[in-house]
């Protein structure tokens, strides 16, 4: 297992959020990589997008797998205007790589907010740490796990 995975494993632990990481055996770096390998919509896939403000802050933004991110609405919540943080600055700053980036056990805390729209699904999945490494959740467990803010950012 590695570090990244062990990390969302103990995160969950201590998050006291019950889940079982998978492994795929394929990339699940895209939504609809990750809805196939799981069997399910793609909506139902949780995508970790990190971004920071203009002060350094980073941003977590979970939004569904079939949702596109519109940066303004999301500025319009995170209190300031947002930038992509390079795959360098995720890694560093979050100890996951792009594609593997979990919502839980990030290395610095980020100000998260979860789209409305994850909350149709009864469960979605989010990366575990690895391209390939997934775990199911109900979006509340998610959202109680994360402390995240819900809006509706994505279109």
Request: hydrophobic share 50%; with cysteine.
């Given at each position: ?6 990390r969302?494993?103990?995160a ?6 019950e ?11 895209s ?9 399910c919509?793609?909506?139902q896939?949780v995508k ?11 941003v ?14 999301a500025a ?18 979050t100890?996951?790589a792009?594609?593997?980036v ?10 998260v907010?979860?789209?409305e ?9 989010a990366?575990?740490g ?10 509340e ?7 995240a ?7």
């Amino acid at each position: 297992m590695s570090k990244s995975v062990r990390r969302v494993t103990r995160a969950a632990i201590e998050l006291g959020l019950e889940i079982e990481i998978l492994r795929m055996g394929a990339s699940s770096r895209s939504a609809g990589d990750a809805a196939a390998a799981c069997g399910c919509d793609v909506g139902q896939i949780v995508k970790s997008l990190i971004f920071k403000r203009q002060d350094g802050a980073l941003v977590l933004l979970l939004t569904p797998g079939d949702h596109q991110a519109d940066l303004s609405l999301a500025a319009d919540i995170a209190g300031g205007a947002l930038s992509r943080a390079d795959a360098a600055e995720v890694r560093e700053r979050t100890g996951f790589a792009i594609g593997g980036v979990s919502p839980i056990g990030h290395l610095e805390s980020p100000q998260v907010w979860m789209d409305e729209a994850l909350f149709q699904h009864a469960k979605v999945w989010a990366a575990a740490g690895a391209p390939d490494a997934v775990f199911a959740v109900t979006p509340e467990d998610l959202r109680r796990a994360t402390g995240a803010e819900i809006a509706r950012f994505s279109a």
